[in-house]
């Protein structure tokens, strides 16, 4: 982090003294615009440098005279705008002109760090003539893709003379543009669907309208030190940032891609190959005692694939979206730094927990959604963890207004869009995780609204960056499945049923109008305590009957009342709250289960 924070001043200070140098008028500050972090503005006769980056939404006050948290005063405007002055970035590293938009790329010449600056209005362009755009034949007997269809897995469409097969339930998602996506290509050249030319002004704001692309909240910018492109939807809505250049280069060869990827890749429908094992054994560590006892991280048992670090909470003495994480008095920091450090190197993941029983973080705002990144961002940076798991189980509503394809509510829009940049700032090899309460996920089956499903957006919106799901099979009691029967936890028939339904997909509320799309088998697992203590609700269930549901699961055996429609051999694992209770009893979670995937 320090070194992000470096490269940020080095670039900050260029820009300024290129804009000191040449008596530069900064631009006026404008509602609907978003600013990026450091940027200088006028405002009613003073200079305004952003604190953060954000967007200046229409009608929400949020000018720089009004908002500390979002502007610092730096000065008094210059009462005539000086010429915008030009400047060439060092020939070192990859560079792009000026943007259409009145932006500029500085670059560090030494790190190839990154920023976009806004430095003025762009003018439009002459309105290009449209150029027609060649309908190509469907391939006989299979119909053309629509957007608006939906189509479950194994469907096939034809894009020109390209033929594709869903991998899963999916609607608007366009064959050809996501070699992860859910169409895999049968037959032809990947042709990728082009509507036709039409003659659109460039405007200098490319905030899509409410109309057009759902209101998501501004993204976070790329971190100083990388470059980030934007990701689109098949609408054209930006949905995210993927890294295209690292600033430091690993001297040694690796695995990860090239800024050129190959021209031949190799499809795959599991993004996160080579993250997990096969199979896995997550199991929480806490470093509170609640009658467990506590342990050093480092004699954790290898038998667990995956230590969930429990928690990061919401600092309430702090302004809202502020993480922070509390290392126990009976813990010793550094050790605890060089055991993360000792498990990683033995093959382990070593992630840390969001929330928690007791957790509650509100992110129902731009400044708090900022601050939620940078804090949580930090703490992940700063002891070195592999990645995230979210165990929120507090201050998760929805309303009548959250379609969990573009959800409305601030705290679970921000919480997506959040997490999004975190994974950004870390890259590729950061493993996203979660461990949801059963009313929050298959509870949206029986009624959705509330907490009912109110994981369900979450879990959508992350959907292409999650590696396991694994809802908590415990303390919940009984509750509906699709086949229209009631199983109670501390059953086979309930692993077997509420995986089921991750894994086939469910209709919210019973209305077959909103299906909830499946996920992949690799990313789904289910969480149980690894002894009856751990659970004060219930929901423990033996070795042996665990051992027949995940038998059902995987391979159609040893099934009771529920019978899933297929087996799924790569259903990723189990979880277990927690590591802790399993030490009361010689780890035998962790070392039967362990021993079971390894067969």
Same mark, same amino acid.
Request: glycine share 10%.
């Given at each position: 982090?320090?070194?992000?924070?470096?490269?940020?001043?080095?670039?900050?200070?260029?820009?300024?003294?290129?804009?000191?140098?040449?008596?530069?008028?900064?631009?006026?500050?404008?509602?609907?615009?978003?600013?990026?972090?450091?940027?200088?503005?006028?405002?009613?006769?003073?200079?305004?440098?952003?604190?953060?980056?954000?967007?200046?939404?229409?009608?929400?006050?949020?000018?720089?005279?009004?908002?500390?948290?979002? &502007?610092?005063?730096?000065?008094?405007?210059?009462?005539?705008?000086?010429?915008?002055?030009?400047?060439?970035?060092?020939?070192?590293?990859?560079?792009?002109?000026?943007?259409?938009?009145?932006?500029?790329?500085?670059?560090?010449?030494?790190?190839?760090?990154?920023? &976009?600056?806004?430095?003025?209005?762009?003018?439009?362009?002459?309105?290009?003539?449209?150029?027609?755009?060649?309908?190509?034949?469907?391939?006989?007997?299979?119909?053309?893709?629509?957007?608006?269809?939906?189509?479950?897995?194994?469907?096939?469409?034809?894009?020109?003379?390209?033929?594709?097969?869903?991998?899963?339930?999916?609607?608007?998602?366009?064959?050809?543009?996501?070699?992860?996506?859910?169409?895999?290509?049968? @037959?032809?050249?990947?042709?990728?669907?082009?509507?036709?030319?039409?003659?659109?002004?460039?405007?200098?704001?490319?905030?899509?309208?409410? @109309?057009?692309?759902?209101?998501?909240?501004?993204?976070?910018?790329?971190?100083?030190?990388?470059?980030?492109?934007?990701?689109?939807?098949?609408?054209?809505?930006?949905?995210?940032?993927?890294?295209?250049?690292?600033?430091?280069?690993?001297?040694?060869?690796?695995?990860?891609?090239?800024?050129?990827?190959?021209?031949?890749?190799?499809?795959?429908?599991?993004?996160?190959?080579?993250?997990?094992?096969?199979?896995?054994?997550?199991?929480?560590?806490?470093?509170?005692?609640?009658?467990?006892?506590?342990?050093?991280?480092?004699?954790?048992?290898?038998?667990?694939?995956?230590?969930?670090?429990?928690?990061?909470?919401?600092?309430?003495?702090?302004?809202?979206?502020?993480?922070?994480?509390?290392?126990?008095?009976?813990?010793?920091?550094?050790?605890?730094?060089?055991?993360?450090?000792?498990?990683?190197?033995?093959?382990?993941?070593?992630?840390?927990?969001?929330?928690?029983?007791?957790?509650?973080?509100?992110?129902? @705002?731009?400044?708090?959604?900022?601050?939620?990144?940078?804090?949580?961002?930090?703490?992940?940076?700063?002891?070195?963890?592999?990645?995230?798991?979210? +165990?929120?189980?507090?201050?998760?509503?929805?309303?009548?207004?959250?379609?969990?394809?573009?959800?409305?509510?601030?705290?679970?829009?921000?919480?997506?869009?959040?997490?999004?940049?975190?994974?950004?700032?870390?890259?590729?090899?950061?493993?996203?995780?979660?461990?949801?309460?059963?009313?929050?996920?298959?509870?949206?089956?029986?009624?959705?609204?509330?907490?009912?499903?109110?994981?369900?957006?979450?879990?959508?919106?992350?959907?292409?960056?999650?590696?396991?799901?694994?809802?908590?099979?415990?303390?919940?009691?009984?509750?509906?499945?699709?086949?229209?029967?009631?199983?109670?936890?501390?059953?086979?028939?309930?692993?077997?049923?509420?995986? +089921?339904?991750?894994?086939?997909?469910?209709?919210?509320?019973? +209305?077959?109008?909103?299906?909830?799309?499946?996920?992949?088998?690799?990313?789904?697992?289910?969480?149980?305590?690894?002894?009856?203590?751990?659970?004060?609700?219930?929901?423990?269930?033996?070795?042996?009957?665990?051992?027949?549901?995940?038998?059902?699961?995987?391979?159609?055996?040893?099934?009771?009342?529920?019978?899933?429609?297929?087996?799924?051999?790569?259903?990723?694992?189990?979880?277990?709250?927690?590591?802790? &209770? +399993?030490?009361?009893?010689?780890?035998?979670?962790?070392? @039967?289960?362990?021993?079971?995937?390894?067969?």
């Amino acid at each position: 982090m320090a070194k992000s924070r470096s490269n940020k001043t080095r670039l900050a200070a260029l820009l300024g003294g290129l804009l000191l140098a040449a008596g530069v008028h900064a631009a006026a500050w404008q509602e609907d615009t978003t600013y990026q972090v450091n940027t200088v503005v006028d405002y009613n006769g003073k200079t305004y440098s952003a604190l953060v980056t954000h967007t200046a939404y229409a009608g929400a006050g949020w000018n720089p005279a009004s908002t500390p948290t979002l &502007w610092k005063e730096t000065g008094t405007s210059s009462a005539t705008p000086s010429p915008t002055p030009t400047f060439t970035a060092p020939p070192v590293c990859p560079i792009r002109t000026p943007s259409q938009y009145g932006y500029w790329k500085i670059i560090d010449s030494v790190t190839c760090a990154t920023e &976009w600056v806004v430095t003025g209005t762009a003018t439009p362009p002459p309105t290009p003539t449209p150029t027609p755009t060649a309908t190509a034949t469907p391939v006989a007997g299979i119909p053309a893709w629509n957007a608006a269809t939906v189509y479950n897995g194994g469907a096939r469409v034809s894009v020109g003379s390209a033929v594709y097969e869903a991998k899963w339930w999916t609607q608007g998602n366009v064959p050809g543009a996501d070699q992860w996506g859910p169409w895999k290509l049968v @037959s032809g050249t990947a042709v990728t669907p082009t509507p036709t030319a039409t003659a659109t002004p460039i405007v200098v704001t490319p905030t899509p309208s409410a @109309s057009a692309c759902p209101s998501l909240p501004t993204l976070m910018p790329p971190p100083a030190g990388y470059t980030y492109e934007a990701i689109k939807d098949a609408s054209g809505c930006t949905i995210g940032w993927k890294q295209i250049l690292i600033a430091t280069p690993t001297p040694t060869a690796t695995a990860t891609p090239t800024a050129t990827p190959s021209t031949t890749p190799t499809p795959s429908t599991t993004p996160s190959t080579g993250l997990l094992p096969k199979h896995v054994v997550v199991g929480y560590w806490h470093n509170f005692d609640n009658g467990s006892g506590v342990m050093r991280l480092k004699d954790v048992p290898a038998e667990y694939n995956i230590i969930n670090v429990s928690f990061v909470e919401g600092d309430q003495a702090a302004p809202k979206g502020t993480a922070a994480f509390v290392l126990d008095k009976l813990f010793n920091e550094a050790e605890f730094i060089a055991d993360i450090k000792l498990k990683q190197s033995q093959g382990t993941k070593v992630l840390v927990s969001l929330g928690g029983a007791n957790g509650v973080i509100v992110i129902d @705002s731009l400044e708090a959604r900022e601050r939620f990144i940078k804090t949580l961002g930090d703490i992940i940076a700063k002891y070195g963890f592999d990645g995230l798991d979210l +165990d929120m189980e507090n201050n998760l509503t929805i309303t009548a207004s959250d379609d969990f394809r573009k959800p409305v509510t601030p705290q679970i829009v921000n919480i997506i869009a959040g997490v999004k940049a975190i994974k950004a700032r870390f890259g590729d090899k950061f493993i996203l995780t979660m461990a949801p309460e059963v009313n929050y996920v298959q509870g949206g089956y029986g009624y959705y609204g509330g907490t009912w499903g109110g994981y369900l957006p979450i879990i959508h919106g992350l959907r292409d960056d999650l590696n396991m799901l694994h809802v908590q099979h415990y303390n919940t009691g009984s509750i509906n499945a699709p086949d229209g029967k009631i199983y109670a936890q501390s059953t086979i028939d309930f692993q077997v049923a509420m995986s +089921d339904m991750l894994l086939s997909g469910f209709n919210l509320g019973g +209305d077959v109008s909103k299906p909830f799309p499946p996920l992949r088998a690799d990313q789904v697992g289910f969480g149980l305590p690894s002894t009856a203590g751990a659970a004060p609700s219930g929901g423990y269930l033996s070795i042996a009957d665990t051992q027949k549901a995940l038998d059902c699961i995987m391979k159609l055996q040893n099934c009771g009342t529920y019978k899933p429609a297929k087996a799924q051999p790569d259903f990723r694992g189990i979880m277990t709250w927690s590591i802790n &209770w +399993d030490s009361k009893q010689a780890y035998q979670f962790a070392k @039967s289960h362990s021993a079971y995937f390894a067969k």
